[in-house]
């Protein structure tokens, strides 16, 4: 009984993970920090949130996969949050990079933070 | 038996016409509105449905920086960003659609002998160009604890029981479980965006 209830477990799983069946991106723990954002206060901070989106994206280098949309851009506002806007401009430029749809998005936080 | 369909909706006849003439590059999932009774919803949903519609081929907005960033320009609540204006997303965000979610029921439900996971919601995705709705999609989950099910049941029970103990919130791998299911159904979800290697090849609606 056990080993059926694991099978069909796993089937679920497969089922679940996407669009295109086999990933596209490395997804890391972005998803996690989103939900922990809003559901556990407190333990998300933008210091926790830096230290763990940039050994994220260490390991989607690593794997040699890509890294999702919005993670440099989420990364970059964090280092806004801290007052690093040297390293939320990089984290932007890279966003704009890899994904250029968010371009109208960030070249407004760009020349605001331009205007600070 | 695909899992994926067990999850969802029931298949209605989709006319993809309008979706495959305004095929969008990006999407901008905006805060939920929230009609359940459970304040923590709106957000446990926003931090489930990135990844599925990323690994559809589309560029997703970053959830959580759209949030504040639009908390920072007077607008504290989904309430309010959901009535912004289509020109004005254009402008100022640069997406092609948005994602518009209400959650109409989410929670637990205790009973005698069971408790369920319930998670209820409706989307839509509209071209901001046009205002045209491209796609529409319901979500339907229930996971139950004892009680039987048949295999339907048993496959969504184990599926909750292995993923879920971890977790204090059995309805944030709910909700995983579920917008996965509704964005991916390859009878009714999204069709297959440009950033995903199956886009040529995708002959829904064709």
Redesign the interface.
Known sequence: MRGI??S??A??????????GK???Y?GR???L??E???KPGTADPETQIAKLTEDIGKAHAEGKPV????H??LG?MYYQQGNLASAEQEFETEKHL?P?????LD?FLKRMAQK | M???AL?CSCAAKVDYGPYRSHMP??ILVLPPLNQSTAV?AP??Y???V???L????????????ID?FMKDNGLPTPDEMHNVSLSKIR????A?AVLYVTIEDWGQKYYVLSSTTVIQASARLVDVATGTTLWTGTEHLRQGSGGGGGIIG???A??VH??ASSMS?PT?EAS??AT??T??NENN??L?GP????YESDARGR
């Open positions: 209830r694991i069909l477990t089937a679920a799983l497969s089922a679940l993970t996407g669009c295109a990933s596209i991106y997804w972005y998803e996690e989103l939900y954002m809003h559901a999702p949309p919005g993670v851009a989420h506002y994904f749809e968010s371009t109208v998005l407004g | 695909s899992g994926l999850m590059h990006s923590d957000y446990t926003l931090s489930t990135s990844r599925p990323a690994e559809c081929g589309y560029y997703v907005f970053p959830v959580a920086v504040a402008e100022v965000i640069g092609d048993m496959l969504v184990a599926l292995q993923i919130d944030h995983r479980a996965a299911g964005v991916s979800g999204l297959f950033r995903s290697p199956r």
